[in-house]
Nanobody
C-alpha cells in the first residue's frame, strides 16, 4: 500500500525554522535512498535533500548549510529540519524515493510559505 504522509509545513517569516515530517510505509523505508522534493508554482519539482540507508546525504546547493535531512527507520519517519528560511524556499514539499523510479509515488505534500 502506497502511503507517504507529509506534515509540518506552515506560514513563517524569513529567518524562521520548520521541521517537516514524512510518515511512510515500511516498504518506503526499505528503499536505499529517500529524499525531500519541492515544487513552487511555475517551477519544476526539484530534489532538495536525500539520505541513504547508510547515512550518506545529498543537499541541493540552494539549501546546503541550512537544511538537514534525517531518517528514523525504526519509526518509519523521514525528517527535514529547515533553518534560516528564505522566501525562495516557499513551495510544496514532498517525500519520495531517490531516484523516483525506485518507488514512483507521491504523497499529498505539505505547504511551506516564507514571507519576507
Amino acid at each position: 500500500q502506497v502511503q507517504m504522509v507529509e506534515s509540518g509545513g506552515d506560514l513563517v517569516q524569513a529567518g524562521a525554522s520548520l521541521r517537516l515530517s514524512c510518515a511512510a510505509s515500511e516498504t518506503f523505508f526499505k528503499l536505499k535512498t529517500v529524499g525531500w522534493y519541492r515544487q513552487a508554482p511555475g517551477h519544476e519539482r526539484e530534489l532538495v535533500a536525500a539520505v541513504a540507508s547508510g547515512g550518506d546525504t545529498y543537499y541541493a546547493t540552494s539549501v546546503k548549510g541550512r537544511f538537514t535531512i534525517s531518517r528514523d527507520n525504526s519509526e518509519d519517519t523521514l525528517y527535514l529540519q529547515m533553518n534560516s528560511l528564505k522566501p525562495e524556499d516557499s513551495a510544496m514539499y514532498y517525500c519520495a524515493a531517490v531516484p523516483l523510479s525506485d518507488y514512483p509515488y507521491w504523497g499529498q505534500g505539505t505547504q511551506v510559505t516564507v514571507s519576507s
